[in-house]
């Protein structure tokens, strides 16, 4: 894969990939969740690439060195949307097709609110669109980490205390091989601070509200298996979009974005090439 570099409206530099910068092909962007690096997107790069231009990003500043100094103001949905655009533009993109997945698929819809022209079809995966108010919506690990992020974002001792303290199951535990690279944000503390500053900003976000507005067409897919979001948080985002469709993978997990030949990227692609058979 290889890696470039942009700088945003406000200075931020924000490390991307595109996988074909001159071909005539319909663009993809695939959102990937927030504190993840480039290279856990290669599975869906690879499966795309021969009919898309596939561009992604890192979301920009939780993996900054230590020394990177990060304020909460720096981590807004606000700016991740922008960054999304300034990505775009690198790319020399007008307009493109574009997958969210997990904290992706709130970043996608708040970006579809803002330039809906720029966009064509969406797909949003395992999406957290933290419900927090309606119970059926919220998994454990997601109660937990509402409960201890708050905490984790005062400041990096704090953040280094409750990181000593996590029990494995608020590391990402799953009862499949995880992809290498997942717990990168639960892995420093100025990692995990930063992490926690982002999830107030993301958590105060109507995604509802977003969905409502929203007239692409759309594909919802949500996992029986998924120990981070639920099929509950999906259905309702679903009942939000006028133009919509919902998929049920009843053997998947949080990850099936990540890792080669899933029947999740099969329906991806599918509804992305015309040729999901779904019912609205």
């Known amino acids: 894969m290889l890696e470039h570099l942009t700088a945003t409206r406000d200075g ?9 910068f001159s071909s005539a092909k319909p663009a993809l962007l695939f959102v990937i969740p927030f504190g993840l690096k480039l290279d856990l997107a290669q599975p869906f790069i690879d499966r795309f690439k021969d009919s898309f231009r596939v561009i992604c990003w890192e979301a920009r500043l939780i993996l900054a060195p230590a020394d990177h100094p990060v304020g909460q103001q720096d981590l807004t949905v606000e700016h991740h949307v922008g960054d999304l655009f300034a990505v775009l533009d690198a790319c020399e993109v007008e307009q493109a097709h574009i997958v969210g997945y997990c904290s992706g698929a709130g970043i996608a819809l708040a970006a579809v609110n803002v330039r809906p022209e720029r966009f064509g079809a969406l797909v949003l995966v395992s999406g957290d ?7 059926a919506c919220v998994t454990q690990f997601g109660r937990d980490i509402d409960s201890l992020l708050p905490m984790a974002s005062k400041d990096r001792k704090t953040a280094q ?20 690279g997942i ?45 981070q979001t639920n099929i509950h948080s999906s259905m309702q985002i679903q009942k939000h979009m006028k133009n919509s469709s919902i998929f049920i993978e009843p053997e998947g997990d949080h990850y099936e974005l990540l890792r080669e030949a ?17 019912v609205a």
């Open 12 to 20: 931020v530099r924000i490390r991307y990939s595109c996988s074909d």
């Open 129 to 135: 669109y933290v419900l927090l108010g309606q119970s």
């Open 161 to 180: 205390f409750i990181l000593e303290r996590l029990p494995d199951q608020h590391k990402l535990s799953s009862a499949r091989q995880i992809p290498e």
């Open 183 to 227: 717990k990168l944000p639960f892995s420093q503390a100025h990692f995990f601070q930063r992490y926690a500053l982002n999830y107030l900003s993301y958590r105060s976000v109507n995604f509802q509200e977003l969905a409502s507005t929203v007239s692409h067409r759309t594909l919802l897919i949500a996992c029986e298996r998924d120990l």
């Open 262 to 278: 899933t029947r999740v990227m099969g329906v991806t692609r599918d509804f992305l090439t015309g040729a999901y058979e779904g």
